[in-house]
Every structure is written in structure tokens, then in C-alpha cells.
């Protein structure tokens, strides 16, 4: 079953308003929560790590005041993407990794973003 | 710069047959190794991985080869099924076991299998 929930699966929003994308581990906690992103026909490209209790890390290129990550408990971490424009449009996919190991990350089913 | 490559953007495979799906790497740092499955609108699948000290994973029909001289990745799929048709990607990390260690994902392989 599935170890990682995201939600919405899919908004739809105008532009300018903020959308906020929520991404919890199941049954396991998780102190860092990676948030990726897919362009169509394209490949994930990570764009923050999420780290529970402290400032997520960015990717070069990725604004941080434009994508706002908040790792409020060791069990969700939220994506808010701020003043939403038409290129914001896009795949999104947030992942966790179980806690020690050599576990691999498994991934939330992801939110297609549409921005109008 | 893409650091993980897979050059064939597509495959179409026979139901029954084997399907190899390859990938490069660039970054000698890297040393574990993942290959996903995803369908649209979904998250990646994990389906295997190997770590750089070994050159052969296999998991049912499932197995990963590395060439580490060659900087090069392989996953087989024998007998592929009309259900493993997807995109698949492959990914490559530096470390493994730490949670903090961030995966670089390939332009992934779209498969598909003819029945």
C-alpha cells in the first residue's frame, strides 16, 4: 500500500491566488521530505529538501519565496506555491525515505497543478 | 546539466520478450542506483536498485546491471508483460541509507509492451 499520501491530486487555480500541496508519511515518520517537480515529457527535477523543524534547502534556480515548504511535524510537509503564474503549471511530487538503511524514497502520487 | 541519462526516449517490446532499458551517468560520485516506474498522473513506482559495489541486482523478473567503468546502468525486464508498459527512470544518489541524500533522476524510457 501506499507509504506516502499527497494532496489534492489535482487543482486548479487562477492566477495570482496561492495553492498549498500537503504531503504526509504514513505510518512512519519522516524527518526529511524531498518535493520534486515534472514538466511534461520531461524528468523530476528536485526542487527542496524538507527538513522537519528547520528551513527546507533549495535547489539552484528554485525561489523560495515563490515555493514555500513547511516541515511542521516529522509526518507532513506542505508545498505552497505563492502568487501562481501559468508556468507554474505543473507536475508536483512530493517523496520520504523510511528512516535508516538502505531504503529507497517512495513518492506521493503527486498534484497536477493548472493555473488559469 | 543532466547528470543521469537515458538516451531512448521509447521502447516497444513483444509480450513475452526481454526489454532493457538503459541509462548513464556522469558523476563518478554517485554510488547506489534506483530504477522507478511511474504511469501518468502518478507518483514513481521503486521497482530495484544495487549499490556500487555490485554489479548485478535481481528481483523476479527484474535486474539491474552496473558498469561502473562505463559509467552505465541497465534494467532487463524477462518476460516483459503488456502491464509494464510505462515510463521508467532511473536515478542515481550519492550515499545511501541517509535520509538527507538527494536522488537525480534520467529523462526516463516510455515502454511499451505489445501483446
Known amino acids: 500500500g ?3 499520501s499527497q494532496h489534492p491530486s489535482r487543482v486548479i487555480c487562477k492566477s495570482g ?11 512512519f515518520q519522516a524527518t526529511t521530505m524531498f518535493w520534486y517537480r515534472q514538466f511534461p515529457k520531461q524528468s523530476l527535477m528536485l526542487m527542496a529538501t524538507s527538513n522537519e523543524g528547520s528551513k527546507a534547502t533549495y535547489e539552484q534556480g528554485v525561489e523560495k519565496d515563490k515555493f514555500l515548504i513547511n516541515h511542521a511535524s516529522l509526518t507532513l510537509s506542505t508545498l505552497t506555491v505563492t502568487s501562481a503564474h501559468p508556468e507554474d503549471s505543473s507536475f508536483y511530487i512530493c517523496s520520504a525515505r523510511f ?3 538502505d531504503s529507497p524514497l517512495h ?3 503527486g498534484t497536477r497543478l493548472t493555473v488559469t | 546539466d ?3 541519462k537515458q538516451n531512448s526516449p521509447s521502447l516497444s517490446v513483444q509480450e513475452g520478450r526481454i526489454s532493457i532499458l538503459n541509462c548513464d551517468y556522469t558523476n563518478s560520485m554517485f554510488d547506489y542506483f534506483l530504477w522507478y516506474k511511474k504511469y501518468p498522473a502518478e507518483g514513481p513506482t ?9 554489479d548485478k541486482n ?3 523478473r527484474f535486474t539491474v546491471f552496473l558498469n561502473k567503468s562505463a559509467k552505465h546502468l541497465s534494467l532487463h525486464i524477462v518476460p516483459s508483460q503488456p502491464g509494464d508498459s510505462a515510463v521508467y527512470f532511473c536515478a542515481a544518489s550519492r550515499g545511501y541509507g541517509g535520509a538527507t541524500n538527494k536522488l537525480i533522476f534520467g529523462t526516463g524510457t516510455l515502454l511499451a509492451v505489445q501483446p
Open chain 1, 107 to 109: 513518492f506521493g502520487n
Open chain 1, 17 to 27: 491566488t496561492s495553492v498549498k500541496i500537503e504531503c504526509r508519511s504514513l505510518d
Open chain 1, 99 to 101: 528512516p535508516g538503511g
Open chain 1, 2 to 4: 501506499a507509504v506516502v
Open chain 2, 46 to 54: 521503486f521497482l530495484i536498485s544495487i549499490s556500487s559495489i555490485k
Open chain 2, 2 to 4: 543532466q547528470q543521469v
Open chain 2, 58 to 60: 535481481e528481483d523476479g
